[in-house]
Structures are given as C-alpha cells and as structure tokens.
C-alpha cells in the first residue's frame, strides 16, 4: 500500500471512528434542541444563548487555551517516547486546571451583577450566573482528561467519553426542563457540565501515570511553554467569543430574545450539527500534525491530504442539508423557526471554504507560531463582527446567513496567502479542480431551491444530489480504495 493510500486510510479511519460517535451526539443534540425548542421557544434559547456566551467569554479568559496547548505538547512528548517529560507535562496540566477552573468559577460570582446587566440590561440575572458560575470548574477538569486522552491518541475512550457525557446530560435534563420551563436552563446547564466531568474521569480512570508532586511555583516554571500557548490560544478564543456576544447583545438591541433565540438556532446548525465533522476529523488531525509540526513537507502533505477528506466529506452534506433544510428545521426545532431558513442556506455555502481553511489553520497552532495565530484571530474576528453586524442591519436574518458565508470565504483566502507565504505549502492543481467542482455543485443546489416550480426544482434536486455522492465515492475510491477499506473495518469487527 503507498504511503498516500496509508495516509488518507488514517485519515477517514480516525474521522469514521470519532464521526460515528459524533452521529450518536448529533441525534442527543438534535432531541436536545427539539425538546428545548418546543417547552421554552425561540425566547428560551435567546435567553440560554445570551447565558452560555457571557459564561464563555470569562471561560476563554480564565482557561489558559489548555484543551488545545497541552494536546500539542503531550502529542509531541508521546511521539518522542519521553515519559518521564510525559508524567511532568500531565502533572502541571492536572494541576493548572483545577486553578483555572477556581478562577473561573469565582470571576463570575464576583462579577455575576456586571455581567447581568450587560447581557440582559438589568440585575434580574445575577444568580443565574452565580449558579453557573461552577461550570467553568467542571469544564475545566473535563479538559484536562479529555487533552490528554486526544495527545496519547486514545481516540475510543474520548469517543465514548463524549457521547456518554452528552447522553446523561441530555437525559437528566429533559425532566428538568419539562417541570421549570424557562426556569430550568441553568440546571440543565450544570447537569450537563457535571455529566461530561464524570464520564471524562471514568473514560480515563484506565491512563496511569507516575505521580509528580509539583508546588505552584515549579507547576508554572515546568509547564512554561505549555501555559504561554495555551494563554495565546484562550486570548484567540476569547476574541471569538467576544465577537459572537457582542453580535447577540446588538441583535438583541436592535430587535429583541427571540430575534436572537433564531440566530442561535441558526448558529446552532451551521456550527455545530454540520460543523461536527470538524470535530471528528481535528480529534486525531492536530495531535498527528503536532508530532510533525518541524517538517514542512510533511506538514504540507497531511495539509493536502486532511483538506481533500474534509471536502468530499463535507460536499455531499452540504447539498443534502441545502435539499432538506426546511424539513431539518421542523425535526430540530419546530415550525416557529422557518424564519432561519434563508439564513442557514446562504451560511452553509461557507462550510465549504472552512472545510479548506481549518486544515492550513491549525498549522499555525502546530508550529507554535502564537503572533501569527493571535494577529490574525484578531484581524478574522474583527471581520466576522463588521460583516454580521452590517449583514443584520441591511438584511436581518438573511444578511447573517450571507456574512456567515463570505466571512468563510475570505478566511480560506487569507489563511491560503499566509501559509503559502510563511511556510511554503501549497493546495496542489487537483484539490484546487475538485474544489471548484464542489464548490458548483452547491451552488448549483442553493439557486435551484429557490426555483418555484416544484416539478423542476426537485428534478434538478434528485440529478443534483446523485451527481454530488457519486462524484464524492468516486474520489474517494481513488484515495482509499473504499471495498478494501469497508473490508478491512468488517473484518475487524468480527
């Protein structure tokens, strides 16, 4: 087998591993939506959306970018072999969360008055946030088990880890919700927090690791570099937190919660039940770039490789989501958020392009190259704000949608100068051609939906949608050959 085959094998063996646990999430987050839609209405999830984005914004100051910095530093560690710098890494890292997450839990208590009024421009909420406030600590003791099961590569146990802690989050909620309506938001919020916390514990109880004792002062010295990343990383996270309140607290100022609660909805869909495939494909992509990161070459090649998945992955998705979206709406939500359907499919055009843009992204993280990473998050956000804002004041919803789309677009163009120009990778002539093709295709869906013949439209719908999973087959049949690999996984399993 060549090393190409080898490779695309790993990749789309790692992405069906954690994707097929990510489908299980996708179906508890979408009962989770559709019983939250249905008992507190778009008004709720305006008001759980305000909360969780406030709650993120202390989280990505106080948290130190831990869940990506120490997944870089354990992978690079593991790959080297050195344990004894493995047990020191896990160490400062199991110690520095418990810090944060204090830190965190009590920034917000303090500043719970503070943050009710500038969320909702009133005190009514200030123990909502008080009682939200231990999240922040459970979130961070998460991080910490889940960024050293990602860095040794224990892709199973995070899988399992993930969707048992959605499962029972979900679960115990729903009685919650059904009883407190609206008053139940953030009880639900913390049962959930505490769910992913025991389950990360039990899925990790198995990886053992020689016991350091370390005091504050050596915790900081020893884990130096890890802490100045992760500091860089949670200022970019931050900034994009940041952008994504502001833009809920003007939407909210400009027309009201349940404005608000629909771009969440909408939000909700594009970046998290589509975006979850990014999700399952970084699992394993960042700790394997990580390991390689001083090699430009290699670098260059897993780049190549990890994009051309990502978009024959996401393609047939895209297409199928823009064909069904009002149906998708009613299943998730319900009929009283038909209004995000403009929106969703104008956003989900720029899908395609962070498809390409988050596989030469997190290069910048791999390498360490924190001035870079934090100009440009600065310059992406700053982007990402000026074009909803505008969007929304010109065109409400639909303009949203349409700024989701361009933001996307520029952010592969961009991202694609900086690599070329800094570290020399280039998207080869094939990728940039199946690109393009893809990139046709789904527009091609988008302007056939708004065809108002209904014989027409879902003729082109059908042609569409066949063309679109047997062209994804064939190229991915070319890479992996798909019969041998289908083979191979059943074998294993029996």
Known sequence: MSDNKKLYRQILQSTTLFGSVQIFNIIISVARSKVIALLIGPLGMGIAGLLNAAISVIGGITSLGLETSAVKYISQTNELDDKAELNKIVAVLRKTVWFTGFAGAFSVIILSPWLSILTFGNSDYTYWFIWLSVTLLFKQLTIGQFAVLQGLRK???????????????????????????????????????????????????????????????????????????????????????????????????????????????????????????????????????????????????????????????????????????????????????LAIIPMISLGIIGMLFRAASWSVGYVLIAKGDSKLFIRSAFGFNAIFLLLHVMGYYFYGLTGLGAAFAVHYILHFIILKFIAQKRYGLYFSRDFLLMFGLCFLLCIGTLMTSYIDNPLIKYLLFAVLAITTIGYALIQLNKRINLREFVSSKLSKND
């Open 155 to 337: 892709l199973k146990q995070l899988a399992n880890a993930n969707f048992m802690g959605s499962l029972f989050g979900f679960l115990i909620s729903i009685p919650i919700y059904w009883y407190y309506g609206i008053n139940a938001i953030v009880p639900a919020i913390v049962v959930s927090s505490l769910a992913a916390l025991f389950f990360s514990w039990y899925y990790s109880r198995d990886v053992v690791f020689d016991t350091i004792k370390l005091r504050n002062r050596q915790a900081l010295r020893e884990g130096k570099g890890m802490i100045k990343l992760g500091v860089l990383l949670s200022l970019s996270g931050l900034i994009a937190t940041f952008s994504l309140y502001v833009l809920q607290i003007y939407i909210s100022s400009k027309s009201d919660l349940v404005e608000t609660g629909l771009y969440n909805a909408g939000f909700l869909l594009l970046n998290s039940y589509v975006g979850m495939i990014f999700t399952a494909m970084g699992t394993d992509y960042f700790p394997r770039l990580a390991a390689i990161s001083d090699d430009n070459s290699k670098v260059s090649e897993t780049v190549g490789h990890q994009a051309q998945i990502g978009v024959l992955l996401l393609t047939p998705i895209i297409v199928l989501f823009l064909i069904f979206a009002p149906l998708i709406v009613r299943i998730l939500f319900s009929s009283d958020f």
